[in-house]
């Protein structure tokens, strides 16, 4: 199962006026590791918009990276430099688009463990529009009932009284 990111923008955030449906600007992002921005990762970055990003990885690996490849004779070292810095992208790059969201305005919500994106829209939206359910309080504990029938007094209804393995009502 992927864990899912859901955001959704704060009341501050000037958006497109469309028509006013309950999850139009939800944003789902999906919490993993990305190939494609371990094969590509300046057109990953690209994609998701992440401009200076793209920049820092384009400056780095074409800038230093043919600059230390023209005074060292190997190309190991460049290559292994290069696969570095796209699996720093494709670890890093889902934390880079969500801190470009949160700039904007977008706030995370909730976050989802689901099998695929619609999974968890049908998750997220179904449980957003039911309202929690209270709990109800569970009738007697079998350690209530077996203080009831040997001492025949009932026991005080404390709430979190409970101290490790066993109960304690107070007394020492």
Excluded: C, Q
């Amino acid at each position: 199962m992927a864990s899912y990111i859901v955001l959704e923008p704060t009341d501050a955030v000037k958006l497109k006026p469309v028509k006013a449906v309950s999850g139009d600007h939800t944003i789902f992002v999906r919490d993993e590791f990305t190939v494609f921005a371990l094969i590509l990762p300046f057109l990953w970055l690209l994609t998701h918009r992440l401009w200076w990003h793209a920049l820092m990885v384009a400056l780095i690996s074409w800038g230093a990276f043919s600059v230390l490849g023209s005074y060292l004779s190997s190309a190991f070292v460049v290559s292994g430099l290069s696969l570095l810095l796209s699996l720093f992208v494709a670890l890093e790059g889902r934390n880079w688009y969500l801190t470009a969201l949160r700039r904007k305005g977008y706030e995370e919500v909730a976050l989802i463990s689901a099998n695929d994106l619609s999974d968890a829209e049908i998750l997220y939206f179904y449980g957003a529009s039911k309202p929690a359910e209270k709990a109800e309080p569970p009738a007697d504990t079998p350690a209530k009932a077996v203080l009831k029938s040997t001492t025949g007094n009932s026991v005080p209804d404390t709430e979190n009284t409970m101290i490790g393995l066993v109960e304690y009502h107070g007394r020492s």
